[in-house]
């Protein structure tokens, strides 16, 4: 069963953060499950349109990944983090 976990950051905005096992075939669907655990997310996570917003890096297996449609493994590890950016 895939894991989502979050990076700690998030918890600066939404409270606590708790990985989260989720029955899920797809990025989408183990975010969507994540985000019964923890509401509040979805908003920092996903834009107006159900997109991931810009500010938002998510990593599947260590690969960076930006389409929702993307298939996950049974033991696939999600991790979402804040987007880094500078100069």
């Known amino acids: ?3 989502v976990v979050f990076t700690p950051q998030l918890a600066r905005f939404v409270g606590p953060v ?3 096992q989720a029955d899920a075939g ?18 920092y996570v996903l ?3 159900g997109a991931l917003r810009a500010n ?6 260590g690969q960076r990944r930006t ?7 049974p ?3 999600v991790h ?5 950016s500078g100069g």
């Open 67 to 73: 389409a929702l449609a993307d298939t996950l493994a």
């Open 47 to 49: 834009d107006d349109q």
């Open 80 to 84: 979402v983090l804040q987007a880094l």
């Open 18 to 20: 708790d990985a989260v």
């Open 75 to 77: 033991a696939s590890t």
């Open 26 to 43: 797809t990025l989408g669907e183990a975010l969507a499950a994540a985000f019964e655990h923890h509401p509040r997310l979805r908003g």
């Open 1 to 3: 069963m895939p894991r």
């Open 56 to 61: 938002v890096a998510v990593f599947v297996d």
